[in-house]
Structures are given as structure tokens and as C-alpha cells.
């Protein structure tokens, strides 16, 4: 009689996310680049919860800085391999969760072996890793649909860069529940049933107490059209008085009172919203509805507009990747109705049990018939839909295979990663005519609040010019001076190969430096050509850039001094708290990307632990 | 090796220096008290007492990580400890498996702290651990989580705005004739099987569980015909435990109590009928069938009737049996023969009332009033506490406390949203009209067993020269012990008048000689060996004020409003949900009637 193991351990979660959303947790393989405190808190909320599987990529050793503010590390580890030691501890959290790791340095690691990552649904970076290592990262991932999600921490400051091509939210939950009861343009069955009730007039006060309010006002509201044909939404007071004049004399009011409550709904014609024409326009739509079924076996990684939403589609995998056939179908459905399916819920009100279950009827049959009109589109659409041929779920189970593999001693991991066969995101095509009704009903009944969302690419941020952020630079940066100084930290290391503040006794020299890097960022921001200044110096690895681009265009505020200052004193270390906080975050937000519910934070979030403030920039 | 070198580096040796010899009490080792535990810990904080008195259960599994598999029905707060200790030992750790509330963690204790952490999710207790830090004036740092959202709030008693400064939203309540007679949603039905038949019939027997419904003159004839059916019932709990006393119950409830019901004809002139089951059909039917429950996976579909009675007539005769086996029993949504017979007992109930049936899942849900709780939010929020906390002790709380009222502070209150990372609000300074707030306190020791309440008035009109001794008012709680026109009580000890009854404080109230209403006052009473009367720290200054006009009853005004009602009280995690009066929700020991498993 008792429930299973895992519906009682997960059971407060499981009201959050459902069992869909746990399932696609339980299929995610998370990768995490760097075992610092900030990525072990990150790991540690998605190993609690059961993510399918994690791997641990990271060359450093155990220190003893690492003792000092990362839990999932003693002192008796101190020396060996971190990747080693954060993934054994990391996994004695949760027996349902595989932890690999691989003892090498993302640098490398990543250049040598780029289709390793085809088997993540997620990569999180964190530390101090060189930006032109980020740059090489966000190659990989960005092609073949992987979120990507960088963090850079110093003392007190944090950000979180979310990385990601198109996330689709078919759940997002929005802080208001939808109300879809169509009474500014009410469908026929509606209509029918509020004819069946007598005319106001002719109901005992004990009558007109039980008349739900959505028949209140789709009468009154008729009655009032009948008598004004200048344009509606001049006679939107009327209607209210109109409302409140037949309220007046009903005996009991509460149900006029909703009545009047909700009397915009009346004159509020059902549209739809901005955030589902967004994805009824995406460009893939196109592709989809197009799509030749001759083709079926044509190479089609070339297409990489077609490859690319679709893969990260799949990355996900709450919804099925037929995410797209049914978003097809949904815009041959408003095309020809020029509205959305009903969602067939009906909230509460005051009526008495009959009524109420009968007008739930109507939008219930209304509902279902809306789910059949969209199914039998989705299947009529009859056109192949394009999905990788590399589930999560396969990738977890060759991971499975190669766990015992990686081992530090020799080749550290490689022998592993070499064998592991590395499956291409070769497309395969999967036909849409098997997608079920039940299906099709859930993401009919979440129509209105489709989303579709995608940030720009890392290159695209370091390479262009922000425009944007032009203003905000030479007047009042505000947190956006933190965001500065933490590229020009990267700066800093391309052209140091050390990260400032690491060594006190050079502190005034990297303020300095990091000054000066912190203004070549600026310029950059405003100029273009961030990529460069990262790559370049690397390969150069001079100093000659340093007091060479003072030349800005713009004077960087005060705040950005504050904030170079302050890097350069915190140095390198992690502050637990701080580790802690941002690895909420950031698992939150990659639960959220993972199961396709809730809408994440996009772009990058910015947090200031001093003065406990944070901001989400949009570039 | 200095293992608190990142902190000391990144927190100036000063500031590390307060970390380290800080006094810290943390309340609560769930899942926002295990993570705050850990970095509490890793940050170097050097003497951190902390308070449970839970043990772990398999559900706390994923997100409460210094618990494990095997600490299963062990004690949070020791577990906790030693789980902290093992990756730092430099530090101390105390922990105490006990009720915050207990006699043993008095005001002297909360004083001996220099901040404290609320890391609970149960309104009561954080109520009491708010009213005991304003006594003492001690910082606390407040959180609270559910689902993707969650808080932290800096409490500078004083300064800041207290938990109660604004009240909770008051309960979810139900009508009694809602619930007994004329359901018309799940929940009411839910509420039914749950918080009246449940312990009716494997609860306490309780004589007095009529009384408050006699309040309902509405409808005398079916008050009457209620307390008969509640008879009815304890009749037939007598043969709990014997053969067919499953079967009996379920004849009872689902044919002739709604047959009595149906007798009453005004009930339905406005309402669809509700129609009796074909309990022998049903019954027969449900013999046929395998254990449903076997099948976990329709967990999250809705049963057939017929196997809603099995579920029924199964999880009715467990009960029973245990009923009669180990006496009384109460509601726990983690019992599995409880939650089956709840949600059969509702599902049963809708159906007869034509309303639509729920999955056990859901049911579950509503009746243990199960808030979502992610190891995520705890990690954010237990994470904002500690950096609040190094707010508190740089005192950056607010930068002037002095201008308060026309430049409002840094706003550090926190929320983390589902679709917003994190959003601040404003901190105000308390509420004037906060109960909590806007009174005095302080603390007397007195040998309660020799002491007088005479002298103990005395002492403290002496002490405080604003108290006209004539126009003076003294209460523990509601009990009335002195007024002008009583002073029955001066003579007599306080031990024989059993003051101080559990953690109370005797409420001073008073009007000057002017008719000045004067700063209300809280005695807190410390038991001491010692003779005589010694007040305790600082005397503070009571403020006087013109008296506001009318001082009107409003506390009974809004109790007689909801008297004939159910009152949901809406707690947390492992508290659940309560048919209790609704006058006890308003007065300052919460909630009567609360149950804890
Ligand atoms: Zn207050």
C-alpha cells in the first residue's frame, strides 16, 4: 500500500513540477565545469531533486581554499583530484542520481573533444575559466541547442549568464490564471445555453440569486449592443451601470456583485497574445509546415535553423519534441478560427451545483471539441517533424556504461570520452500523425500561455556593440559596472595569465591593470570587438594593451573603480554564503530550463551580496 | 592549515572577528535549517545553538542534505549537528531536541544571544520567536519558502517592522452546514472526511464536539438532526475493530444519514439532491476487486466508485482495528490507511452530491495542505539569511535609524519569484498599533514562591514612576489578575496564583494621572532563588500619549461573526489543516486545537 520510494522522497517537489517534470529531470545530464563551492551548492539542488545524471569536468586539485568554503570537500581530501572528490560526495546524496567526472582542464578538454557534450541537456560553468575558453564552450553548445550557463563570482558579486538559442515553455505558469470564458465573443453552444434560462424579469428574487454571472453578463451585455450600435468600447461604463441597475434589484447580491466585478470580460474581446504569435510567427514554423516528406534522408545539418531550435527542444524534454508539429497545428487552427481553443476551466462563482456543472459542460464540450479541430490538424499537417537522433535518455544510459571509466591515474578520463561512441545531431524524422489526443488537450489547454525564448549567443554578446548600454555607462552604471569588472577580469587573465588579486603584494599593480582592462571593456561595449580583446591578448599574452585603449568614448563611472577595487581585494576566494545563494539560483533556473516549466530568467542576472541587490541585464 | 582563510580573506578580519565570537540560535533544521546550517558553518560562525523538535522522515530525503537514509525517525537537530560538525569541528554546536516553546528556552536564553535565525515554516512557533525576540531586542533574521518562492526578513526589534506587524491571512473557513450537510465543492467534502469523520470515528471522544454548533440558529431542526447523527456515530464506534464494522459505517454515512437529510425538504428547494448509495451493491461489487491501491500509478487518476468503496471499506477496518488495538488516532496525510481513508470518504461523498470525483494525488494534496518545497529555494533563502546576518552585524541594517520615518532604509527584504530571480522590498519601521511592537518589556527575577503579587506591583509602579499605582491593570494572557476594583489577588504569591504559567508575560496596561494612555508594559517573570523583586537590564522609558477616544472590543466583534463556523487554519509543512473554533485564532496563544504528528 505504500507509495514507492521515489514518489515519497520527491513528494514535495512533485507538487511543483509533476510527474512530467520530474521525468525530465530524471532524463537530464547535467554537465558542470569546475567543482568550485558555487558549482557543488548548484549540483547538490539538482542531485537532491534526482537529476538523471551529472559529470564533473575539472583539472584542479584539492586546496585548501577549496576546505575552507565548499561543503563537498575535507580536509583529508586536500591535493587530489577536485572533479573526484565534489562527484563521490556529490553522489552519496542521492543513490538515483550517476555522477561522472573527468580529471582535465575545460581548456583543452573542449577543443579535443566537442561532440562529448552532445550527450548534455545542460552545461554550467563556474570559477575562474578564461573567456576565451567561454567563447570555445559557447561553439559547442550553441549549434546543437545546449543551454549554457555561465557564472563568474568574486567575493561578494555574482552573475549568471543564461545561454540559450530557443526554450519553449508550454507551462509557464503565470502569476494570474488565465480566464478564458469567451463572453465578448461567445461560440454558439454558449449562447444556446444562456437562452435557456428565463428572462430576468420573470425570476423570483430567489432565482436571480443563482444565476451564474457569466450568463449576467453575456445577456446583458447582448441586450445593450441591441440597443447601442455606436462602438463598443465607448459603451464599456454603460455596461457596468447596466450591470449595477439589474444588480440593484436582486435579492441577494453576490452574484451580481461578481457580475460587476467581472463586467470587462463582457466588452474584452479573447485576442491572442503577444507571447503565442511569437511563436506562431518563429521561423521554424515555417520550416516545419514546408518540409517535404521526399526529403525525409537529405543531409539537413546544413540547415542549421531547421537543427538548432529543434535540438534544444529535445534538450529538455518535458514536452516531446513534436513541440513544433503541434505549434504547427495551432496556426493552421487560428488561421481559420482566428482564435485560440478554449481551455474548457471555469472558475468558481456563485451559482448553485446544477447550473454551475452545466455551464462547466459547455466549456468542457466546447474545450474537448477545440482539442479534436487541433488534433486533427496536427495530424493533417502529415508533415514530418525533425528531431535530433540523440535522446537524453541514451546518453544517460552510455554514461551509465563508462562511469567506472575515466580514471585519473592514466590519460585522466580519456580512454573513457574516446570510447564513449559520440553520436553527431544527425537529424532524424519523425512523423507527427502518431501524436495522441491526450497530447494535444494539454497543450490546447496551455495555448495561451506558449513560450518561446532565446537569449543571443556568448560571441554575439562579447563581439557586438551595446548600444543600450551606452548611456548607462557614462552616466550611472549601476550594476552594470559589475558586469564590466567581471569581464575585465578576463581581460586581465588574457593578458596576465593570472587572475588579479591573487597575489597581495602585487594589489596596487593589478588595481591598476584591472582599471585599465575595465576600461578597454567599456570602449568595447560601446565600440564592438569585446571577442578580440579576450582572444587576442591570449594569444599575444603581452601587456602592451594595458594603458594603449584609454581612448574610450566614454569615462567610466565611479562605481566601476569601486568595484575593480573591490575584485582585486576579494582575489580568488569564494564566500560559502554567497556560494550558496547563487547556487539556488542558479539550479532553480536550470530546473526550470530543464523541465520546460515556468518562464526562466534570460539574458544575465547580476547580484551585489553587499548590499543584497540584483538586477537582470538585457543586451 | 586555517580552514576559515576565504572568509576572514573576503569578510576583513574584523568583521570575521564578530563571526567567530557571535552567539547564534537557530530555529529549525529542516530544509531552509540545513542549508543554513552548512553555511553558517562554512563561514566560521563560532557558537551556533540550534532548536527541532522534529525527527526525519523519508519526504524531508530531497532537499534536507545532512540527513540521510538511515537517520530515518532520528532527531533533526542532533543529526544536524554532528552532520555539520564532521567538515568543521572548530566551531561549536549545540543542539536541543525540544519545542521552541518549552519552559526551558526562557527570555534570559534568547537574550544570551546576539542573532537569531527562524528557520521555520510553522506560524505559531515563529510567532512566539518573534515576540521573544522584540522582548529581548535581539536581531532576527525570518524566512520562509514555498514552491520557487521564498523570503528573508531582517527583524531589528525596535527599528524594524515585526513578523506580526502585518497580520496572516486570516484562515479559509467553511461553514458548518457547508460541510455537514450541503457540500458543493471537493474541498468541502475533503474538509468532511478529513476534520469530522476521521476523528469521529477513530478520534477522542469528545462530548463537547456539538457545542459550537448549537451557535447556528439558522436551521434548529437540522442542528438537531447533526447531533443525533454525531450519536449516531459514537454508537457505532463502540464495535470498532469487529466484523463489519466497515460495512456498517458505510451504510450509515452514504445511505441513511443522506436518507435524513433528504427528509428535509427545505434544504433542496434551491440545490440538487443529493441520492444515497447503493451501499449493498456496492459493497458486493467491491468484493470482487483487488487491493486498487496496489496500483500506484492510478494514484493520479480517478478511482471507479467500486473501488473507491473497496479503498473505503479496507482503510476503514485498518483504522478500526488499530483504533482498537492502540487507542485513539489522528489525521496524518504520511499515514497511508489514513489518506485512503480520506480520499475514499470524500470521493464517496461527491458522488452522492453530483460533484467531481478527485485523484487520491490531488486529495492528498488538499487535505494535507502540502505546500511545494524545493531544495532550490532553500539554498537562495538560506543563503540571503547569512548575508543579512553580516548586514545585521556590521550594523548596516539601516544606515540612520533616526530618519527613519522620512528616508526609508535600504530595502532588504527579499523574494525570489517564479518568473523574477529576486525582488526587494521596502523595510519600514514597526507598526504602532503591533501588539508586539508597540509595548515595553522587561524582565524581573523574583522568588515567585515568596513574592507577592503586591510586591511585584510595587516594584514596578517604584520603578516606574510613570504607572499611577491606582489606575493600573495587570493580566496574564486573558486572566484578569488585578484591577482597581480587584485586588483579591495582592496578597497572594505568585507561585499560588501560578504566575509565571508557561513563557507569559504579565500585561501592564495604564492611564497617567493626566488620563495619558502610557506605553503598555510586559513583565516577563524569571524565577530566581533569590528574595525580593530585582529588575532585570535597563528600565525602559514609557511614552505617554492622549488616550485615542473610544477603545472599541473589536476582537469580539469579529469572533462572533465567524462562531458558527469551521475555521481552516492554514499552517505548513507538518502541521495540517484545523476544524477549530474560530475565537482562538485571534488570541495570543494561536491556534487551540493544533495538532502535531
Ligand atoms: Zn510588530
Redesign the pocket.
Known amino acids: 500500500m505504500a507509495p514507492d520510494h521515489k514518489t515519497q522522497k520527491y513528494d514535495r517537489q512533485l507538487r511543483l513540477w509533476h510527474a512530467h517534470g520530474q521525468a525530465a529531470l530524471e532524463k537530464a545530464h547535467v554537465c558542470l565545469v569546475n567543482g568550485t563551492a558555487t558549482g557543488t551548492e548548484a549540483l547538490k539542488n539538482l542531485v537532491l531533486p534526482g537529476v538523471g545524471a551529472f559529470t564533473v569536468i575539472d583539472a584542479a586539485k584539492v586546496s585548501p581554499d577549496d576546505v575552507g568554503n565548499n561543503f563537498f570537500v575535507t580536509r583529508a581530501h586536500l591535493g587530489q583530484p577536485r572533479a573526484k572528490v565534489v562527484t563521490a560526495l556529490l553522489q552519496e546524496l542521492n543513490d538515483d542520481v550517476l555522477g561522472h567526472y573527468i580529471d582535465d582542464d575545460i581548456t583543452p578538454f573542449v577543443a579535443a573533444h566537442p561532440r562529448y557534450f552532445d550527450r548534455f541537456s545542460l552545461v554550467l560553468v563556474t570559477g575562474h575559466v578564461p573567456a576565451a575558453a567561454l567563447l570555445a564552450l559557447d561553439r559547442v553548445c550553441w549549434p546543437r541547442g545546449i543551454p549554457l550557463l555561465v557564472v563568474k563570482t568574486c567575493g561578494f558579486v555574482s552573475t549568471l549568464r543564461v545561454v540559450t538559442r530557443a526554450h519553449h515553455v508550454v507551462e509557464s505558469h503565470p502569476d494570474t490564471p488565465v480566464r478564458d470564458l469567451r463572453l465578448a465573443d461567445p461560440f454558439p453552444e454558449l449562447v444556446a445555453f444562456v437562452d435557456t434560462f428565463k428572462p430576468f424579469d420573470d425570476m423570483t428574487s430567489a432565482e436571480l440569486t443563482h444565476v451564474p454571472y457569466p450568463v449576467i453578463l453575456l445577456r446583458l451585455w447582448r441586450e445593450w449592443r441591441a440597443n447601442h450600435q455606436d462602438t463598443p468600447a465607448r459603451g464599456v461604463p454603460q455596461s457596468d451601470t447596466a450591470v449595477a441597475s439589474a444588480a440593484a434589484s436582486a435579492a441577494d447580491m453576490e452574484n451580481w456583485d461578481e457580475a460587476l466585478k467581472q463586467a470587462f470580460l463582457a466588452y474584452t474581446p479573447t485576442s491572442v497574445p503577444r507571447n503565442v504569435q511569437d511563436v506562431l510567427e518563429h521561423a521554424i514554423l515555417d520550416v516545419v509546415a514546408n518540409a517535404d516528406a521526399a526529403d525525409e534522408h537529405a543531409p539537413v545539418t546544413n540547415n542549421s535553423v531547421v537543427a538548432n531550435p529543434v535540438a534544444n527542444v529535445t534538450a529538455g524534454c518535458a514536452w516531446p519534441p513534436t513541440f513544433w508539429a503541434l505549434c504547427a497545428g495551432l496556426k493552421s487552427f487560428v488561421a481559420e478560427h482566428g482564435r485560440l481553443p478554449v481551455r474548457g476551466s471555469v472558475p468558481d462563482m456563485k451559482a448553485d451545483t446544477a447550473t454551475y456543472v452545466s455551464l462547466q459542460r459547455v466549456y468542457r464540450d466546447k474545450a474537448a471539441a477545440d482539442a479534436a479541430d487541433l488534433h486533427a490538424r496536427v495530424r493533417a499537417i502529415a508533415v514530418p517533424v525533425v528531431t535530433t537522433s540523440t535522446p537524453t535518455t541514451s546518453s544517460v544510459s552510455l554514461s551509465r556504461s563508462s562511469s567506472v571509466g575515466p580514471s585519473p591515474a592514466t590519460s585522466p578520463g580519456m580512454a573513457a570520452v574516446d570510447a564513449a561512441p559520440t553520436t553527431a545531431p544527425a537529424l532524424q524524422i519523425e512523423a507527427a500523425t502518431n501524436i495522441d489526443l491526450a497530447t494535444v488537450t494539454e497543450f490546447a489547454r496551455h495555448a495561451a500561455t506558449l513560450h518561446v525564448l532565446s537569449t543571443p549567443s556568448l560571441h554575439d554578446e562579447y563581439a557586438r556593440a551595446h548600444p543600450e548600454w551606452t548611456r548607462a555607462l557614462s552616466d550611472d552604471p549601476g550594476m552594470l559596472s559589475i558586469y564590466v569588472v567581471l569581464r575585465a577580469r578576463e581581460v586581465f587573465y588574457a593578458r596576465q595569465r593570472r587572475w588579479p588579486g591573487a597575489h597581495a603584494a602585487d594589489s596596487d599593480v593589478d588595481t591598476a591593470r584591472l582599471r585599465s582592462a575595465a576600461r578597454d571593456v567599456v570602449k568595447a561595449l560601446v565600440m564592438g570587438g569585446g571577442n578580440a580583446l579576450v582572444i587576442e591578448a591570449a594569444e599575444g599574452g603581452a601587456d602592451a594593451h594595458g594603458e594603449a585603449g584609454i581612448a574610450t568614448p566614454v569615462a567610466p563611472a565611479v562605481d566601476v573603480d569601486d568595484w575593480v577595487q573591490e575584485c582585486v581585494r576579494a582575489g580568488p576566494a569564494e564566500l560559502a554564503a554567497v556560494a550558496g545563494y547563487m547556487g539556488g539560483v542558479i539550479a532553480q533556473e536550470a530546473i526550470k530550463l530543464i523541465t520546460a516549466q515556468y518562464v526562466p530568467m534570460m539574458n544575465t542576472y547580476v547580484y551585489d551580496g553587499i548590499h543584497s541587490k540584483s538586477e537582470v541585464l538585457k543586451a | 592549515m586555517d580552514r576559515h582563510a576565504p572568509s576572514r580573506a573576503l569578510l576583513g578580519t574584523q568583521l570575521f572577528a564578530q563571526v567567530e565570537n557571535t552567539r547564534v540560535l537557530m530555529v529549525g533544521a529542516g530544509g531552509i535549517g540545513c542549508e543554513l546550517l552548512k553555511n553558517l558553518a562554512m563561514l566560521g560562525f563560532g557558537h551556533i545553538e540550534l532548536v527541532d523538535l522534529d525527527t526525519i522522515d523519508v519526504t524531508n530525503l530531497n532537499r534536507q542534505f545532512l540527513f540521510q537514509r538511515q537517520h530515518v525517525s532520528q532527531s533533526k537537530a542532533h543529526v544536524a549537528r554532528e552532520s555539520a560538525l564532521r567538515f568543521n569541528r572548530n566551531i561549536t554546536i549545540i543542539s536541543h531536541h525540544g519545542n521552541i516553546k518549552d519552559p526551558q528556552f526562557d527570555l534570559a536564553w534568547f537574550k544570551s544571544f546576539n542573532l537569531v535565525f527562524n528557520a521555520l515554516d510553522n506560524l505559531d512557533a515563529r510567532r512566539h520567536v518573534?515576540l521573544m525576540c522584540?522582548a529581548g531586542k535581539v536581531p532576527l533574521i525570518d524566512a520562509g519558502t514555498a514552491g520557487y518562492s521564498g523570503q528573508s526578513t531582517i527583524?531589528q526589534p525596535g527599528v524594524t517592522?515585526?513578523?506580526?506587524?502585518?497580520p496572516k491571512p486570516t484562515p479559509k473557513t467553511f461553514p458548518v452546514c457547508t460541510i455537514r450537510s450541503t457540500p458543493s465543492a471537493p474541498i468541502h467534502c475533503i474538509v468532511w472526511a478529513k476534520n469530522f469523520m476521521f476523528p469521529q470515528l477513530f478520534g477522542e471522544d469528545e462530548d463537547e464536539g456539538d457545542a459550537n454548533l448549537v451557535n447556528d440558529t439558522t436551521n434548529a431542526k437540522q442542528v438537531q438532526e447533526l447531533v443525533r447523527e454525531a450519536q449516531a456515530l459514537r454508537e457505532l464506534k463502540r464495535s470498532a475493530g469487529l466484523p463489519g464494522f466497515a460495512e456498517r459505517v458505510f451504510v450509515k454515512i452514504y445511505r441513511h444519514d443522506i436518507e435524513r437529510l433528504l427528509s428535509m425538504e427545505g434544504l433542496w428547494q434551491m440545490r440538487q439532491k443529493p441520492v444515497p448509495l447503493d451501499v449493498e451493491a456496492l459493497v458486493a461489487a467491491a468484493n470482487e476487486l483487488r487491493d486498487p491501491l496496489a496500483d500506484e500509478t492510478a494514484h493520479c487518476r480517478v478511482r471507479t466508485i467500486e473501488e473507491t468503496t473497496k479503498v473505503f471499506l479496507q482503510s476503514t477496518a485498518a483504522l478500526a482495528k488499530r483504533y482498537a488495538a492502540s487507542g485513539p488516532q489522528s489525521f496524518d496525510k504520511d499515514d497511508d490507511a489514513a489518506m485512503a481513508f480520506v480520499s475514499a470518504a470524500a470521493n464517496l461523498r461527491c458522488h452522492v452530491y453530483h460533484i467531481a470525483l478527485k485523484s487520491f494525488f490531488e486529495i492528498k494534496s488538499m487535505a494535507g495542505n502540502i505546500v511545494p518545497i524545493v531544495a532550490t529555494t532553500n539554498g537562495v533563502v538560506a543563503g540571503l539569511m547569512v548575508l543579512h546576518a553580516l548586514q545585521v552585524l556590521e550594523g548596516r541594517v539601516l544606515e540612520t535609524t533616526t530618519d527613519l520615518l522620512t528616508a526609508p532604509p535600504a530595502a532588504q527584504h527579499l523574494v525570489s519569484r517564479p518568473n523574477q530571480v529576486l525582488a526587494r522590498d521596502k523595510l519600514f519601521p514597526?507598526?504602532s498599533s503591533?501588539?508586539?511592537?508597540?509595548r515595553a518589556y522587561v524582565q524581573v527575577a523574583v522568588d515567585t514562591a515568596s513574592t507577592t503579587l503586591g510586591d511585584l506591583l510595587e516594584a514596578i509602579v517604584d520603578a516606574f514612576s510613570v504607572l499611577p499605582v491606582d489606575n493600573v491593570t495587570v493580566l496574564e494572557g486573558a486572566r484578569m489578575l488585578y484591577d482597581p476594583d480587584f485586588d483579591d489577588n495582592l496578597g497572594r504569591t505568585l507561585a499560588d496564583l501560578n504566575v509565571p504559567s508557561h513563557h507569559a508575560f504579565l500585561l501592564v496596561d495604564a492611564y497617567d494621572q493626566d488620563d495619558q494612555l502610557v506605553q503598555p508594559l510586559s513583565v516577563y517573570i524569571q524565577k530566581s532563588g533569590k528574595k525580593g523583586v530585582e529588575i532585570l537590564g535597563n528600565v525602559p522609558q514609557l511614552w505617554t500619549k492622549p488616550a485615542p477616544p473610544k477603545v472599541q472590543d473589536a476582537p469580539i466583534a469579529g469572533g462572533d461573526e465567524l462562531d458558527d463556523e469551521v475555521v481552516m487554519a492554514v499552517d505548513d509543512d507538518d502541521e495540517d489543516i484545523i476544524m477549530t473554533e474560530s475565537s482562538a485564532a485571534g488570541n495570543e496563544t494561536g491556534h487551540v486545537g493544533r495538532t502535531r504528528r
Open positions: 518573534n522584540v527583524i517592522e515585526c513578523y506580526d506587524c502585518h514597526p507598526v503591533c501588539a508586539v511592537c508597540a
